[in-house]
């Protein structure tokens, strides 16, 4: 199974960015999906998740700015649209279907003026 992950780059404070992942590979059935993000000196942390019946999970500092979604075709491809950025959000973002303990290469988020 293989991760893309597209969409990261320097966005302004207080500004959007919509990030993508779409996986490919022998993938039976719709799985959970994840977005986790690591900034420099801190571990990796989870951002948010969409389960199989659409049920989504965020963390609370992502509550009521990031919204993770399935893409309406293709069920193997989630989207992470992030709002009302903040320098803290500066991370490399990962998309992860832990079903099959798989990662993306990982896409920069940069947050600043």
């Known amino acids: 199974v293989q991760l893309q992950a597209s969409g990261g780059g320097l966005v302004q404070p207080g500004g959007s960015l919509r990030l993508s992942c779409a996986a490919s590979?022998?993938?039976?059935?719709?799985?959970?999906m994840a977005w986790h993000r690591q900034a420099p000196g801190k571990q990796r942390e989870l951002v948010a998740s969409i389960g199989t019946g659409g049920i989504t999970n965020y963390a609370d500092s992502v509550k009521g700015r990031f919204t993770i979604s399935r893409d309406n075709y293709n069920k193997f491809t989630v989207y992470l649209q992030m709002g009302s950025l903040t320098p803290e959000d500066t991370a490399v973002y990962y998309c992860?279907?832990?079903?099959?303990?798989?990662w993306g290469q990982g896409t920069q988020v940069t947050v600043s003026s």
């Open positions: 590979g022998k993938i039976f059935g719709i799985k959970a």
């Open positions: 992860h279907i832990p079903a099959y303990r798989a």
